[in-house]
C-alpha cells in the first residue's frame, strides 16, 4: 500500500513543471507569477494528501494519461471559481426594485460618467480650486441638497444609518432622546432603533404606545435630562385603525418651547412628492423640515436612487456641531459618492424629467402594458430552454418598491411563472431549477411562490442578453 502512495504520489508533476506547460500561460499574465504558483501548489498538496488518505478518485486521476492536462484545468478552474466571488452583474428579477442585497439603485449614466473621472485620476475633493487652498469636501453638495430641500446646511456620510448614529452622538451625548414607542423601528441587517440609542451614548425615553401617542406624552417626558426630540420614519411597516400620531408642526413647537431640538430620520426620504409620479404621497425632505424639523436625515440610495449615503440637513448651527464631532471624520464619505451623488441631486433640479433619467424612478413608473409586452416575448424564449422540465406562464403580479420605502404600496406587474413538470420531485426540483438560473454566467435572480420560481419582469431592460444566459443554462 504505501509503495502504491510512493509511486501515485511520484507520479505528480512539479510545480515549476507544471507552471511551464503553455495551458497556464494566460493565467501567469492574467493573475500573475505567484498567485498561480501557490493555487498550483496547493492543488498538488491536496492530492498528495487525497491519495494518501485511500482516496479513489484521486488515485485513478494520477493513473490517468492526461494528467498533465487536468491538472492544467483544475488550476484554471480554482481561478474561474475565485473570480465568481467578486461582484458580478445579475439579473434582478425578485419583484424588489431596490433590493439591499442586490447593491439597491442602479445610477444613472450621468453619475456613472462622474464616478469613472473620479477613479480615473485626481479630483478636487478637498481643494478649494479659488484659493489654492484646502477645500471643505461637503462644499460640492451642500449647496444643491440645500437648494433642494430649504435647509441651511446639509452634511454627508456613509449611511443613513451611519447618518443617525453621528447625530445622536453629536446632539445628545449621555442625554435622554424622546421618541414614541410607535417609532421603535428594525430596519433590515439589524439596524434598531434602540441599540443604536445605546450605542451613540444616548439614553431612549420611549413614550406613548404602538398605536397612540399624544403631545402630552412628549411635554411629560422633557426634563433636565432631555438632549432631543426624536421622530424616525415606520419605514417598513405601518400602524393602522385606533391611532394618534403627532404632527411634526405641533411637536417642533414643543421643543423649541424647551430650547431642544426636533431631529427627524426620515429613512427613504424623497425630495419630491412621489405621488406625481402615481407612487403613495410620502412628507418629502422640505416639508418635513418646513415643518420645523432642526435636523432630518435620510439615505442616499433608497428612493432617492443615488449611491450608498447618508444625508443630514437642517440648521446651520447643528449641521455645524455635526460636522466638527470627531465621528464624521470616520464616516466621511468618499470622492466616489460626492461624485456620484452630485449627478442624481442635479436630476432633481429637473423634476419634470427624472422618471425618464434616474433608473430607479424609471423602473417603480414602468407601465404595465410594457411589462406585459416584455413577457410576451420572453415567455416563448424560456419555454424553449426549460419546455421539457417545466411549465413556463406569463402571471400577473405585484412588485415591490423595496428597502422598506412605502411599504403597502405595492405595484401591478408581470411575471413567468416557471412551474416544475415533475410535480413528485415537487420543491427539489424548483430548487434545482433555481439554483441552475442563479449559476448563469450573469445570474437571474428570482423569487419562489406557491411551487414556481416567479421572475418579475419590472426590472428587465436587457432581453437580448436574458436570452443569451439560457443559451448556458445546464440543467
Ligand atoms: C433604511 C433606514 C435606515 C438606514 O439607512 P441605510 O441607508 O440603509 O443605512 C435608518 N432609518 C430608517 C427609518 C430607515 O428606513
Same mark, same amino acid.
Given at each position: ?5 510512493n509511486y501515485l504520489r511520484a507520479r505528480l508533476p512539479s510545480v515549476d513543471k507544471l507552471l511551464n506547460n503553455a495551458a497556464l500561460t494566460?493565467l501567469l499574465?492574467?493573475? &500573475? !507569477?505567484?498567485?498561480v504558483r501557490?493555487a498550483t501548489r496547493d492543488l498538488l498538496a491536496e492530492l498528495r494528501?487525497?491519495v ?6 484521486a488515485?485513478?486521476l494520477l493513473l490517468s494519461d492526461d494528467l498533465t492536462e487536468e491538472l492544467c484545468l483544475r488550476v484554471r ?6 473570480? +465568481? ?16 442585497? $442586490? ?28 484659493? #489654492? ?39 445628545? @451625548? ?39 401617542? !399624544? *403631545? ?6 422633557? +426634563? ?16 393602522? &385603525? ?11 413647537? $414643543?421643543?423649541?418651547? !424647551?430650547?431642544? @431640538? ?42 432617492? #436612487? ?33 461624485? /456620484? ?12 424629467? $427624472? ?40 402571471? @400577473? ?39 441552475? *438560473?442563479?449559476?448563469? @454566467? ?9 411551487? /414556481? ?23
Amino acid at each position: 500500500m504505501t509503495t502504491d502512495v510512493n509511486y501515485l504520489r511520484a507520479r505528480l508533476p512539479s510545480v515549476d513543471k507544471l507552471l511551464n506547460n503553455a495551458a497556464l500561460t494566460d493565467l501567469l499574465d492574467l493573475h &500573475g !507569477h505567484n498567485c498561480v504558483r501557490d493555487a498550483t501548489r496547493d492543488l498538488l498538496a491536496e492530492l498528495r494528501t487525497a491519495v494518501g488518505e485511500g482516496d479513489g478518485s484521486a488515485a485513478a486521476l494520477l493513473l490517468s494519461d492526461d494528467l498533465t492536462e487536468e491538472l492544467c484545468l483544475r488550476v484554471r478552474r480554482r481561478f474561474s471559481a475565485r473570480s +465568481n466571488t467578486a461582484l458580478r452583474p445579475v439579473f434582478n428579477l425578485t419583484g424588489t426594485v431596490i433590493h439591499t442585497n $442586490l447593491g439597491r439603485s442602479a445610477l444613472p449614466q450621468e453619475a456613472i460618467n462622474a464616478l469613472l473621472t473620479a477613479a480615473s485620476g485626481p479630483v478636487n475633493l478637498e481643494f478649494d480650486l479659488d484659493t #489654492g487652498r484646502r477645500g471643505e469636501r461637503d462644499a460640492h453638495l451642500e449647496s444643491l441638497l440645500c437648494e433642494l430641500t430649504g435647509a441651511e446646511a446639509a452634511t454627508v456620510v456613509n449611511n443613513n444609518a451611519a447618518a443617525v448614529l453621528l447625530v445622536l452622538q453629536a446632539l445628545a @451625548p449621555g442625554k435622554e432622546v424622546i421618541l414614541s414607542r410607535g417609532e421603535l423601528v428594525e430596519v433590515g441587517g439589524s439596524f434598531r432603533i434602540p441599540d443604536v440609542m445605546q450605542s451613540a451614548g444616548c439614553v431612549l425615553r420611549e413614550i406613548g404606545t404602538s398605536n397612540r401617542t !399624544h *403631545l402630552r406624552d412628549y411635554a411629560n417626558a422633557i +426634563n433636565p435630562q432631555t438632549g432631543l426630540l426624536m421622530r424616525v420614519h415606520t419605514s417598513n411597516y405601518v400602524i393602522q &385603525g385606533f391611532t394618534t400620531r403627532v404632527a411634526d408642526s405641533e411637536l417642533a413647537a $414643543l421643543a423649541h418651547a !424647551h430650547d431642544l @431640538p426636533l431631529v427627524n430620520d426620515l429613512g427613504s426620504g424623497t425630495l419630491v412628492d412621489m405621488s406625481r409620479f402615481g407612487l403613495a404621497r410620502e412628507p418629502t425632505v422640505a416639508e418635513s423640515l418646513a415643518a420645523g424639523a432642526d435636523v432630518v436625515t435620510f439615505s442616499g440610495d433608497k428612493l432617492l #436612487g443615488g449611491p450608498q449615503a447618508g444625508i443630514i440637513v437642517g440648521s446651520r448651527v447643528l449641521i455645524d456641531r455635526i460636522r466638527s464631532h470627531p465621528l464624521k471624520r470616520a464616516l466621511r464619505v468618499d470622492k466616489f459618492t460626492i461624485a /456620484a451623488l452630485t449627478e442624481v441631486l442635479r436630476l432633481y433640479q429637473d423634476p419634470q424629467r $427624472l422618471a425618464q433619467r434616474l433608473p430607479v424612478l424609471r423602473d417603480l413608473t414602468r407601465p404595465l402594458v410594457d411589462i406585459q409586452n416584455c413577457a410576451q416575448r420572453m415567455l416563448p424564449v424560456f419555454a424553449s430552454h426549460l419546455g421539457n422540465l417545466a411549465r413556463v406562464s406569463v402571471r @400577473p403580479c405585484r412588485s415591490q418598491i423595496g428597502s422598506g420605502a412605502l411599504p403597502l404600496n405595492t405595484l401591478d406587474s408581470v411575471a413567468l411563472a416557471i412551474e416544475p413538470l415533475a410535480e413528485s420531485a415537487g420543491d427539489v426540483e424548483l430548487q434545482r431549477l433555481a439554483l441552475a *438560473l442563479r449559476r448563469l @454566467p450573469v445570474p437571474i435572480v428570482g423569487r419562489i411562490r406557491d411551487g /414556481a420560481i416567479l421572475l418579475d419582469l419590472r426590472c428587465l431592460r436587457d432581453e437580448k442578453e436574458l436570452a443569451r444566459q439560457l443559451k448556458e443554462l445546464s440543467l
